[in-house]
């Protein structure tokens, strides 16, 4: 076996020290004191390389796994604030900490097997070998490359698109329902934690046990300033699934916005701290406006409950979810009734102010009719294709007139930008209709009382504004790792003609959409016939372990093949851009 470069694991040439591929020089990149020397071997073939991270609860090592002749990640249990490193490369918990230490690796270890049960999961990387050695727990996973979301939000010049960034968050927000489903929260979800596989896809990375990424516990917090939930500073309480609701959508919000979310533990009960500029407020959907602002409300009790809800927030799916059900009640199928909740007191308003404003467009589509039964008014000027309703408003004027103002222009502008705020007077704007025009959305096309009308201080102005221009054209959504009902029932309530063929190769389990044809992403008429591919494979069964001692681990290494000669002249530790490439190992 060629000398390997504990820096990159590519092959060294005969006679060299330092690589040319990565610069690593075993002469002066060592891993720091409280990790493993480079070229250190565990379980006989994991020659371990350079210190990738040094997390609250674990420490990353680049790894050559020699069984399967190819490099790896190896994660290792080592809190440093319970534990220290021995003389010969020992795991040992400080003395008082041999409880504590004790419980945290238990819960490390069912961490790290839970997520080797789901690793079919796309947006993770695998997990596939878990061990005891040295005094503490050991975890294999698959080596990826790729580049951190940071670094490419980085070269995109400070943001994404919605429709860029979309298919990224639809397919990480599958793979987190499921990963919290299974018991399993994250909680330091931010886009340095994501990584975005040579692949193009995006993978969650960097899992710790909860009390690694809270305050409170015998550990080093690691909280990530903007993206940690504000109950993970509190040191009472559980943490539950809300907890990634809000890191994911923070991540989103800086994503799509370019702005860093305000810190978690700073940010005011129900506090209005979040800016979005006017020209991302044109580009989302009211839709992804309201969903992001439920998903990072302050206190988990009046937050989106679970990652699944914030999903179907985004992307439409409760009409989806429902018609799911229909199709299984029609074939005999038992349906699982949705568990009913408490309503969320942030919700409350929103659901009055629906309610006002169906009653209000009622009254509204009243007059339009009886006004055009009557031969009606001429059309506006701002909508080439359908009228603007009118508004009918009744004020007493206070003969006061420092009480009067006159009313600004409001056509033209953008409403997400000035609907919180305060106009001239102390005016404020309400949101009346939403239409289609060939103005971009959130353009306010009409408004009541017109401009400059004299109206009383602290007025509402009622709006009419845009939705954009209606498409009889659309993207194809990326429905990649849904079931295969799901996907189809979704694409036909677009107005897609839908059929399904099956795969014998692919990465998701059976039963589950592999990609579509045309491709997603492609833009297609709505009528125009989608089909999907739907993987036709069934997921491995783990073996079980043969040590006595590890009975239910049911996580073994892939034997068999040759063992080569470990190198134990390397030592060292190098930059953790390994390729100098723009791709980052981890």
């Given at each position: 076996m060629a000398k390997l470069c504990m820096g990159c694991m590519n092959p060294l040439p005969q006679g060299s020290e330092t690589c040319a591929v990565c610069g690593y020089d075993p002469a002066k990149d060592k891993n720091p004191d409280n990790c493993l020397p480079a070229a250190s071997v565990l379980q006989g073939h994991y020659i371990v390389g350079k210190c990738l991270k040094e997390y609250s609860d674990h420490l990353l090592y680049l790894a050559y796994d020699r069984q399967l002749k190819e490099p790896c990640f190896i994660q290792e249990f080592f809190p440093g604030s319970v534990s220290r490193r021995d003389t010969i490369g020992g795991v040992q918990p400080l003395a008082g900490c041999e409880r504590v230490f004790a419980e945290y690796a238990d819960r490390y270890r069912g961490t790290m097997r839970a997520l080797a049960r789901l690793r079919e999961l796309p947006a993770i990387i695998p997990v596939y070998d878990i061990f005891d050695e040295n005094g503490?727990?050991?975890?294999?996973?698959?080596?990826?490359?790729?580049?951190?979301?940071?670094?490419?939000?980085?070269?995109?010049?400070?943001?994404?698109?919605?429709?860029?960034?979309?298919?990224?968050?639809?397919?990480?927000l599958t793979s987190l329902t499921r990963l919290n489903e299974a018991g399993i929260c994250h909680l330091g979800i931010c886009p340095d934690n994501i990584l975005i596989g040579s692949d193009g896809k995006p993978r969650l990375r960097s899992f710790s046990i909860a009390a690694a990424r809270r305050a409170g516990s015998d550990l080093t917090p690691e909280l990530i300033t903007?993206?940690?939930?504000?109950?993970?500073?509190?040191?009472?309480?559980?943490?539950?699934?809300?907890?990634?609701?809000?890191?994911?959508?923070?991540?989103?919000?800086?994503?799509?916005?370019?702005?860093?979310?305000?810190?978690?533990?700073?940010?005011?009960?129900?506090?209005?701290?979040?800016?979005?500029?006017?020209?991302?407020?044109?580009?989302?959907?009211?839709?992804v406006c309201i969903a992001l602002f439920n998903a990072l409300q302050v206190s988990p009790d009046n937050r989106t409950a679970t990652v699944a809800e914030l999903r179907d927030q985004l992307s439409m799916e409760p009409n989806v979810s429902a018609l799911v059900n229909e199709a299984k009640a029609d074939r005999g199928e038992v349906v699982e009734p949705e568990e009913k909740k408490?309503?969320?007191?942030?919700?409350?308003?929103?659901?009055?102010?629906?309610?006002?404003?169906?009653?209000?467009?009622?009254?509204?589509?009243l007059l339009l009719w009886m006004l055009w039964s009557q031969g009606g008014e001429k059309e506006p000027e701002e909508s080439t294709n359908i009228p603007l309703p009118s508004f009918v408003t009744s004020t007493t004027l206070d003969p006061n007139k420092e009480n009067q103002v006159s009313t600004d222009n409001l056509v033209g502008q953008n409403y997400y930008t000035i609907r919180d705020k305060k106009l001239g007077g102390e005016l404020t704007v309400k949101l009346a209709y939403v239409m289609y025009s060939d103005k971009a959305a959130g353009t306010i096309l009409s408004q009541s009382p017109e401009a400059g009308s004299v109206v009383n201080k602290g007025t509402e102005i009622l709006v009419t504004i845009s939705n954009g221009q209606k498409t009889e054209e659309l993207a194809i959504p990326d429905v990649s790792g849904w079931e295969e009902?799901?996907?189809?029932?979704?694409?036909?309530?677009?107005?897609?003609?839908?059929?399904?063929?099956?795969?014998?190769?692919?990465?998701?389990?059976?039963?589950?959409?592999?990609?579509?044809?045309?491709?997603?992403?492609?833009?297609?008429?709505?009528?125009?016939?989608?089909?999907?591919?739907?993987?036709?494979?069934?997921?491995?069964?783990?073996?079980?372990?043969?040590?006595?001692?590890?009975?239910?681990?049911?996580?073994?290494?892939?034997?068999?093949?040759?063992?080569?000669?470990?190198?134990?002249?390397?030592?060292?530790?190098?930059?953790?851009?390994?390729g100098g490439n723009g791709w980052w190992p981890w």
């Open positions: 503490t727990v050991y975890a294999a996973s698959d080596y990826c490359e790729g580049m951190t979301l940071s670094r490419k939000i980085k070269l995109a010049g400070g943001r994404l698109p919605w429709s860029e960034a979309r298919p990224l968050f639809m397919s990480l903007g993206y940690a939930a504000p109950e993970q500073y509190g040191m009472e309480g559980e943490i539950s699934a809300a907890a990634d609701v809000y890191g994911v959508a923070a991540t989103i919000f800086r994503t799509v916005t370019g702005n860093e979310p305000p810190a978690g533990n700073s940010r005011a009960k129900n506090s209005d701290d979040l800016f979005m500029p006017a020209e991302v407020a044109e580009e989302l959907t009211q839709q408490e309503p969320k007191k942030g919700r409350t308003l929103l659901i009055v102010f629906g309610c006002c404003l169906a009653v209000l467009l009622i009254v509204v589509g009902a799901h996907a189809k029932l979704y694409l036909e309530a677009l107005g897609f003609t839908v059929n399904s063929v099956q795969l014998q190769l692919s990465n998701y389990e059976k039963g589950k959409v592999d990609s579509t044809d045309p491709a997603i992403g492609t833009v297609k008429k709505v009528g125009d016939e989608i089909t999907l591919r739907v993987s036709n494979v069934e997921p491995p069964e783990p073996e079980e372990s043969s040590d006595p001692e590890n009975p239910d681990d049911g996580w073994t290494s892939i034997p068999g093949l040759n063992d080569g000669e470990e190198n134990s002249d390397d030592t060292s530790n190098g930059e953790e851009n390994s």
